[in-house]
């Protein structure tokens, strides 16, 4: 039977329209989609992996992803890299070097000559006669911070370490009162496990007499890690008791100096100076009478009183640094003790101590080496002498040394005691740092 062409053409037309609609549901509407190169079957609830379904049409069990192996190198990799690197960090936390934190309480004015002399520290604020006054720096593995001044009480000092150096006055028994409390006060502390390790810098008595502080020491039953002790005392054994400087006179506002051109190579009008007090039948008598009966005082600038000041005027105080300044030698007789704030004042301004080399009375050490035993050790250029009826021949030598033998010997004297402050802070803060964090 043949079929009309125009019947063919409209089934044609009718297939190819019908195609055409199965064609766009599935596109558009079917939730079916499988391309080239991205194919998922759902994965049948409850069906076993890899097997069959109910009807037994197959199915696949997960997602298959043609870049799924790259991700998963991609992921490893990125993970060793982030624990690579967390170990890097680690080594670097490891070997880097740690800082431990101290903090001083300046109850006496030598804790200024701690301070800004041997450690180099700041102070804030600057007015030498603030009720309070703190600092902070870093030195070897150490951050410390100082505290001083009159407002600086038992109970109100932000403690936020457990390490504390206590500076005090034992000089006479009033001062030792008042240390004592202060000592009580940070055995509360310690008891407390506030405070986990001390030490004591002390301006110890000028005849070694500092009984009242052994009981306060660990190695006694107290609490004291390590004690800092002006003068030759016969305690110091390099292990727990350690001598200390006595310094300038910081409770007389004696400054730090800083050495300049004009005070090491100027022409300075005096021999010698020597301004104080003159005790009745001292040596201070002796050398007073050798300068003025050898006509010595025209070269020197003298100024003698008959009574101990313990403050200066500011008058006073210029007079005393102008008088260092001008002179090439500065007379250091002794008083109660050998060891004078003298020494330490002359070698700030580069005017070499003519030193009184005798023992005093007392229960300070009596070796060899003493008077003066921490600084003949460190090596100190200075004259000694054991009577002042040497001065004059002293004098004669210094009269022919030409302008340049007295401009090094003045530079040599200023890097020497830069020198020795150095090695007094290198010395006091390698000594905590053992004592308080590595010896448990």
Known sequence: MKIP???????????????SLYAAYNVFFSTKVISRVHRVVKKETGAPSGGVR????????????????????????????REAFKQHLSRIDKNKPKRYKVQIWGKAAIGLYLWEHILDGPLNPTD??????????????????????????????????????????????????YSTRWLEHVQTLVQSHTVSHVAVVLLGSEHCKNEWISPH????????DLLFVVYDSPWVNDKDV?????GVATYR??????????????????????LGTVYKNSSRETLMHVLKHSGLDKECITAAREKWLPQETADSLRRYQTAL?????????????????????????????????????????????????????????FIFISDWKELP???????????????????????????????????????????????G
């Not at 001008?326 to 005017?351: D, K």
């Open 5 to 19: 062409k125009r019947k063919l053409f409209l089934l044609i037309i009718f297939a190819y329209v019908a195609f």
């Open 54 to 81: 109910d009807g037994g049409a197959p199915f696949v069990a997960d997602e298959w992803n043609p870049w799924e192996d790259e991700q998963v190198e991609y992921n490893s990799a990125l993970n060793k890299k």
């Open 128 to 177: 030498k006669v603030a009720q309070w006054r703190e600092g902070e720096l870093q030195t070897g593995k150490i951050d410390f911070s100082f505290y001083t001044g009159p407002a600086v009480v038992q109970g109100h000092v932000p403690l936020d370490m457990n390490s504390l150096v206590l500076v005090l006055n034992g000089r006479e028994q009033q001062k030792v009162a």
């Open 217 to 224: 020491l660990k190695r006694n039953g107290g609490f004291v």
């Open 242 to 246: 350690f001598q200390w400087p006595l």
């Open 253 to 274: 506002q004696f400054p730090m100096i800083r050495p300049n051109a004009q005070l090491i190579t100027s022409n300075r009008p005096y021999l010698c100076n020597f």
């Open 325 to 381: 300044a001008q002179s090439e030698l500065t007379l250091c007789p002794v008083g109660i003790n050998t060891e004078c704030y003298r020494i330490y004042e002359a070698c700030s301004y580069g005017s070499v101590p003519v030193v009184e080399d005798v023992l005093t009375p007392g229960t300070c050490a009596a070796g060899p080496s003493s008077p003066l035993r921490l600084l003949k050790a460190a090596g100190a250029p």
């Open 393 to 439: 021949a002293i004098l004669e030598r210094e009269r022919v040394m030409s302008q340049e033998q007295r401009v090094d010997r003045r530079r040599r004297l200023l890097e020497w005691y830069s020198g020795f402050r150095q090695q007094m802070k290198e010395r006091f803060t390698e000594v905590i740092e053992e004592t308080f964090f590595k010896s």
